[in-house]
């Protein structure tokens, strides 16, 4: 690993913990669990244009373990692992069919799939299958976050690839 | 392959439709009532409360940091030591759709329409 590919793992790391920290001093809106934004996901989708996917999963590892240490909730390590890895899983997938146009699409697929990985633990941890009456409000949000983040995206894939 | 954005758009709008359409099908079910309120601590069943039967509304501790609000017909969580307050700040349930949920903390209120072990009708 060389000191370049380091610095910016470093570097996007960071950015992805502090818009991560800002996101969660912001009052949820809708009394329904596991509704946010997901502004996070706006550097791992950037990474995984400027760097590599590789490259992208490690950054996404280091915001999540990171993030739940800095909030100080082990649960939420659990939620945002599951959720975590299905978002990547998916949004890797769709990374090599879509093009730098579709930025957004692969972010609500990513939303969806992070909002399904919750939930499924959701559903594990408190053993019940009741919580699963969210999941069509989680979908529509997840839609409609995925595309606020995706186009946010799409925008520094842009930026940056214009350099 | 490649999706051009006219497949991606209609993917997405009948996805929206699909939620959409299961939101107001779950609320139209929001009318089988219920009056049994059944308090899970970590997948436990902790408490079973018959919310009619209550008269004067009281307190009781679940866990660490979560209290449950009993009332006459409904009941809420009160307080919880979450940072995110989502329990609380869903108020009282009184439907078995919603249940209350706190995530960190792992604890459920759910409202169960009749005991679950009794038969809803025996046939002779």
Wanted: hydrophobic share 50%.
């Amino acid at each position: 690993m060389n000191a370049k590919r380091l610095t910016s793992i470093a570097l996007l790391s960071a950015a992805a913990l502090i818009v991560f920290v800002i996101e969660a001093q912001i009052p949820t809106l809708v009394p329904i669990p596991g509704v946010k934004l997901g502004l996070a996901n706006v550097i791992t989708l950037v990474s995984m244009y400027i760097l590599s996917r590789c490259d992208t999963f490690y950054i996404l590892l280091i915001r999540i373990i990171l993030g739940s240490i800095l909030s100080g909730q082990i649960m939420s390590f659990f939620y945002s692992l599951a959720g975590g890895l299905l978002c990547f899983l998916v949004m890797s997938l769709l990374f090599c069919i879509l093009t730098k146009k579709q930025v957004w699409v692969i972010s609500i697929a990513g939303a969806i799939a992070h909002n399904a990985g919750q939930l499924t633990v959701a559903a594990f941890v408190l053993n019940s299958t009741q919580i699963f009456v969210y999941a069509p409000y989680l979908l529509l949000s997840g839609i409609i976050t995925g595309t606020f983040t995706g186009l946010c995206a799409q925008l520094l894939v842009h930026r940056f690839s214009r350099e | 392959m490649r999706l051009s954005g006219k497949t991606c758009v209609l993917i997405i709008a009948f996805l929206v439709i699909v939620s959409v359409f299961s939101m107001l099908w779950i609320s139209a079910a929001q009318s089988s009532g219920g009056h049994i309120a059944v308090i899970y601590l970590k997948g436990q069943e902790q408490q079973r409360i018959d919310l009619q039967s209550v008269t004067a509304s009281y307190t009781i501790d679940v866990g660490d940091g979560n209290t449950v609000l009993v009332e006459h017909g409904q009941i809420s969580m009160c307080s919880a030591d979450c940072p995110d307050k989502l329990c609380v700040n869903q108020g009282a349930i009184s439907t078995a759709v919603f249940p209350i949920v706190c995530l960190p903390n792992e604890v459920m209120i759910c409202i169960e329409s009749n005991d679950s072990e009794a038969p809803d009708a025996i046939v002779r």
